[in-house]
């Protein structure tokens, strides 16, 4: 049997649609958190002990939502995989990478279960949402490979100082995702009223939180500062994108703060927080010395 070839166009967009059904899981889960619905359905992979569906119940059902939801992200991930063996012409990088887009939600997957099994232990869930990250670099690389025309970031020289600037900016967005899950841990939407929070002081951590997003906020301006008159249109471009994301990010989670964490602003923190990390890995790739050219 003989399958359709792929256009590098047609495979973009595959990659594309597996890049932002990551972005949705990680929202969505964020949903079953806020709602207090981890423990909505208490089995794994069935709802409850012989009953895969869950029963009419709110939680249940918003629990049992985010799993089919991690179904249809796992067929898009499939989709990515086979796609690069159906591109024409064919790039060895492509499958790898999507390959490892199959190793990870296979992790998510199985972490998704230990999560429930311990009654959303933070430490589990903080490694849930890191692996999601993780996975989300790897999609954006995917994504950005499988331009028909490459990354184009080569259409300006940056000095090698820029370069670094760029990588510090890139570690600091890491840090600040990284202390936000410790704030995540330690606040009030554990998932259920039942389940046990970091022990960490709230208001320091957040501090430590709003600390990091500051220095994230002078890095990111400074170097907006910097490559104002450069020639590269494209990482000028993605500095502009990670600098708005990053502003809005501030004011959200400095209201939330100040507003009692109501759950539709921390939710949209959640989103602010993927958007955030998809543009600095964007931004990144665009500063590479290399412009990878796929065909």
Known sequence: MTFPRLTPQQYHSVTRVALWSLAVIVVSGAAVRLTGSGLGCSDWPNCEAGQLVPEADFHAWVEFGNRIITGLVSIAVVLAVSGSTLRSPLVSKLTKWSLGLVAGVAAQIALGAITVITHLSPPVVIGHFLLSMVLIWNAVVLEDLARPNGTMSQNGHLARSLHRHISVVVVATALVVMTGTLVTGSGPHGGDESVERLGL???????????????????????????????????????????????????????QYFTQLPVLLVGFHVAGA?????????????ARTSCFKVG
């Open 201 to 255: 002081p709230f208001a320091e951590i957040a501090q430590v939180h709003g600390g990091a997003v500051i220095i994230l906020l002078v890095l990111t301006g400074t170097l907006r500062f910097r490559i104002q008159n450069s020639q590269n249109t494209l990482v000028k471009h993605r500095v502009n994108v990670v600098l708005l994301v990053m502003v809005l990010q501030a004011v959200i989670g400095y209201t």
């Open 274 to 286: 993927t958007i955030l990390w998809v543009s600095a890995v964007r931004l990144a790739l665009a």
